[in-house]
Structures are given as C-alpha cells and as structure tokens.
C-alpha cells in the first residue's frame, strides 16, 4: 500500500573513523525513500536545489519512488558536514546550510492525499503537522524527531504528538522528551502522550518497543564494522513503514516482523558511506538477514 | 549435576539512588550460591571472618548449599563498600578491606573434586587456577574476571583462559581483554585465546554470547525500577551455570535456554539490595519471568 514521507533532502560531507566522502546523497527523505522502495512503492515530499545531481530523482523513480512531491526549487539544496568521534555513537555538525529548506512549505500533490501509510521524518514539526493536515484519513501515521525541536518547538511537538501512531526516537530523545532516563517510565510518559506504541533506538544495542499491552526487544545486527552511521534511523524507520505498508498487518505480530526488518535495513546501510550500500541490495538479501534475526535472538520455549 | 563456585563471600556497605544500607551480605559467591540453589546442588568455596553472621550459612545449606568448602578463618570478612552513580553503570569503591582473603589459599574439601561444573568467580586468577587444578576433570568450566586482573595479572589470566570453556565478563573487560571495542571483534579475539564462548554483558542492553558458529544476544529485562546492581553479574552466571548443571545440555540451544536463565536472574537481584530479593524468590517466580523473556524477545519467522 501507499507510504509516504516527508523530509529533508540533502548532501552531506561525511567524516567517519574509516574516511571522508563530499557531496553524498543524504537526507532523511531519501535514506529512508532508498530503504522503503524494497518493500512497497514510496511517495516522497521534500525540496531540492538547482544542484541537486539529475541522475538522483531517476534513480529513485527507477526503484518505485514517486518523485511528484520533491519541489526543485531556485537556490541550494541542503548541506550538512558532519563529524563522527571513534566511538560512532557522538558526531558534531561541523556545518548545516538549509538551502531551500530555509522557507519551503510543503505542498504535496493530489494524489498523495490518500496515501494510507506516511512517515513525518525528522524536520520541523510545523512541517510535519502541514503534510499530516493535508492528507484523507491515514491508516497509520509515524513519526521522527529530534533535540533541536524537543527543546525548541516543545507546543507545536506536542500537538503533533496527539496525532500520530508510533513516535520513532532513540534512547537521548526519549530522556528529553519525558525527563526520564529509565526506558520504561520515558515509553510510558510517550504513550500517555499520544502514540500508540514508540519505537527506541539504543545504537550498537538494538531497538525497545512499547505498546499498550506489549513490550518488544530486538538487539542490533552484530557488524565487524560500521563503516558511516548516518541514516541508520532513517532506513530504519523505512524497513518498519516499509515492512507495515507492505503487509497491512498492523497487529502486534505485523509490527515485530516489521521491527526486525527496520533493524535489518538500518544494518545495510552503515556498512557503506551515504545510502550506498541500499543501492547494490537486493530483496533476497534483506530476507536473508532477516533470518540471520530470527537466529541470533531465537530464545528456547 | 554438581556445580562449584570459588569466589568471594563478603560484608557490603551499599549506597545506590534508591538508599544506603551497611553489613549487606555480598560477595560473588554468595550471590551465585542464592540465584544457583533454584536450579542445581552448589558446592561453595570461599572463606569467611569470625564476624561473618552465622545464620547466613544455615541458610545457604537450606538451601542446598554444600558449606563444606567455605573457611572459617581468625580475622574479619572481606568487607567492600562501595556508591553507586545516579545512572548506576558507574560505582566507586569507598573502602575495601580483604580481611581474611588477604593471603586465603583454597584447598578444596576432597569431596569438591568430582565437580561437573565449576565456575571461577572474580578473584584473583591465581586462586581460580589453583582451585581449577584440584578439579578431576570437569565437563564445563566458567570464568568471570575484572579490570583490576586483566590490567595486573595477565600472564596468569591469560594461562587461565586456555583451561576454561566459557568467559563471562562485561563489555569494558572485553575492550580491556582486546584492546578492541567492537564486540564482534573482541569476542574473535577471546575465543581464539581458548574459550569456546564468551558471554558479554551490556549492562541494561542485555547479553551477547558468541561461540565458534553462533551468535545468541537477548535483551535485558526492562525493569522499571533499578535498586541495587550490585551481584547482577554474579547472578547471570549462576542462572547460567545452574540451568546448564541442571540439564547437563551444552548444546548451543541448551546454552541459549540457560543465558536467558542467567538474565532471569540478574533481573531479580537488582530489584533489592544485595541478594534480599533471591531469598524470597520462588522457581515458580522465575519460570514466569523466562516466559516473559520467551515474550518480550519472539520475532515471527
């Protein structure tokens, strides 16, 4: 079924422990449309500059993403230079230029207005609110955010809160978004808020879910080395969107599947600088690493 | 099946987020006597003061706990004292006074010798290789180590790990064991130094176990609520070592039934301080809980 997202796009210059890269693709709109299109059609909302590289868009087209909502507008397209300490799980921003992201306010196109599934990627949640207002009736609505909004837009986060069905943030955002360092206090404070479950992101560790009546652990995929974290969020909350689109089983058992399949995806792509290693994956692959989960967290009755 | 345990038995003073209390009963072989007793006969080796209470060890033969092993010796209890961080992940020892573990050398009562199962609480790596040595030939040897031994008696660690079946240590000693801090790196590393699994704490992230074709993690449980840490590590093992004592099924699926065992019970001792909460802890109590685990861990093939 249909899934949308709404979300940056951008280039970014890249510093890892294990190298430098100028001008990858980036942006949570397109690691995430890159990681979605495995599972079910993609449309995507977001603005690019007049040097976006032509090929991208196609690129994108070609592997089902509808590229009818990303506005090419007069200007730059978003920089973001990003450094990342040895331990991966710290980076600094060394530099954000938002381009034409500066004043974009997303307009998405008619026929988007019934996509049924729809990730709110992680930008302005004034942003976030005008794509959800402009669509019929989602079935399921996810959504993304970070520090910068937590602490700078808390009125406008919170009503957007009360509207959607499953927030996505890691283990930092949850503690500042509830004051609460214990996971299962922070997940009980988000659920009181709104969402009906909230997805953690713990890094290297792996992923907590709460929902009303169920809670739902998955550990990390264990990787000899990850070669650029960036987008590993994204692409996981496109394997979760994706996976749920996919099957339209939203039932406890449909959402840990697509859990599993969120940390798979999020696995692929620190194997490789940018969305790199999304554009060489193939379907059996991803299902191969699926099974890998079901192994290596497979518990004895 | 028979399981032995060498290792410290103490007098904790502990102060944690949640309160303070003095002369709590510690020390790793305590701890792992308590949480193994539910599974499997232990045989306690550990020397104690003539200000150790003497209740404590009635109750340890109530529960199955073969004494014949631990020293009553003139002098005091090692007695260690230590505070807790508010995030509990870091403690500082306050005091610690060895008492009559000072110059202890065990000498295992002749009945200890047939033991299948032996675990090598943290203490010096020379006392668990002079214990190990008395042993006639068990089936299953574990291992816990620290800093403190990896960083000031290497050689003889290191002359240890080539004798024993199974390490059980903490991320960080696995880091300081290696030199590496990628976990997949660091447990080739460990394994090539002899054991055939090495069991990685993560602390509230739970566990992950690699052998030479495997990979098992499985989450911590999420507790609400964290009283005391002290003894979690020690209880892992004993859950560990006392379900595969029980079942004598090394397998990869036995072990796998016995580290969620093992997480069962590390989940337990933090929920009071010092090992309060095992004395009134029932095998119903924790059978419950590893069917939650079976819960909270099932991904759908």
Same mark, same amino acid.
């Given at each position: 079924m249909s899934l949308l997202v709404v979300g940056s796009v951008a280039l970014d210059t890249l510093e890892t422990p294990a190298g430098k890269v100028e001008d990858a693709l980036g942006g949570a709109a397109t690691y995430f449309a890159y990681a979605a299109s495995f599972f079910t059609p993609v449309r995507m909302v977001g603005a690019v500059g007049d040097?976006?590289?032509?090929?991208v868009l196609a690129d994108l087209e070609g592997r089902?993403?509808?590229?009818?909502?990303?506005d090419k507008l007069p200007g730059t397209t978003l920089r973001w230079s990003g450094r990342y300490h040895k331990e991966l799980n710290v980076r600094d921003t060394l530099h954000l230029d938002l381009g034409v992201f500066g004043d974009y306010q997303p307009e998405i196109p008619a026929?988007?207005?019934?996509?049924?599934y729809a990730f709110l990627a992680n930008i302005d949640p004034a942003l976030q609110a005008r794509v959800l207002g402009q669509?019929?009736?989602?079935?399921l609505v996810g959504c993304d955010t970070m520090n910068h909004w937590i602490e700078g837009s808390r009125p406008v986060l919170d009503e957007l809160l009360g509207r959607v069905d499953m927030l996505i943030v890691n283990d930092e955002e949850a503690e500042l978004l509830?004051?609460?360092?214990?996971v299962v206090k922070a997940a009980a404070k988000i659920l009181a808020s709104g969402p009906k479950s909230v997805l953690i992101k713990r890094g290297e560790y792996g992923v907590i879910e709460f929902s009303a009546n169920t809670i739902f652990a998955v550990p990390a995929y264990?990787?000899?080395? *990850?070669? !650029?974290?960036?987008?590993a969020g994204d692409c996981f909350a496109a394997g979760v969107m994706g996976e749920l689109a996919r099957s339209g089983d939203t039932s406890p058992a449909g959402l840990r599947r697509a859990i599993v399949y969120g940390s798979v995806m999020g696995s692929f792509v *620190?194997? !490789?600088?940018?969305p790199k290693r999304l554009q060489s994956l193939t379907r059996e692959m991803i299902d191969e690493r699926y099974r890998q989960f079901v192994s290596l967290t497979d518990v004895p009755a």
């Open positions: 040097d976006f590289p032509s090929g089902g993403v509808d590229i009818a909502g990303v026929s988007y207005r019934d996509s049924e669509l019929n009736g989602p079935k509830t004051g609460d360092r214990n264990p990787l000899e080395e *990850v070669i !650029d974290p960036t987008g *620190v194997e !490789d600088f940018g």
